[in-house]
């Protein structure tokens, strides 16, 4: 299973109503942060394809649960918009994801 089939059954366990709780802080660990120019070109070329893939995943569970909780089916604002004036925060909704974590309510 790969990185992105994890994200990808999180989301839609997410918008089905499981809630999250992690663990322990052994989840949330992440080797270190990246940039663009650090990347290799192959793994930028991997990103584009799997972007493309999530953007058919996301009409998938749209249609399948009939909610988008994160708004990600908007159209997406240029970065004037998002960062002008006024412009809120960022943020996502819920908690991080623990292994075996997800119950539904």
Request: glycine share 12%; net charge positive.
């Amino acid at each position: 299973m790969t990185k992105s089939d994890v994200i990808y059954r999180v989301y839609e366990m997410f918008v089905a109503g499981y809630q999250f709780q992690v663990l322990t802080p052994l989840f949330t660990v992440h080797w270190g942060l990246q940039n663009k120019k650090s990347r290799p070109a192959w793994r930028e070329r991997q990103n584009n394809v799997n972007r493309k893939y999530f953007e058919v995943f996301k009409r998938e569970v749209f249609a399948r649960y009939h909610k988008d909780p994160l708004r990600m089916l908007l159209p997406k604002k240029s970065p004037k918009q998002q960062h002008g004036p006024g412009a809120a925060g960022v943020g996502v909704a819920g908690g991080g994801a623990g292994a075996g974590a997800g119950e539904k309510h």
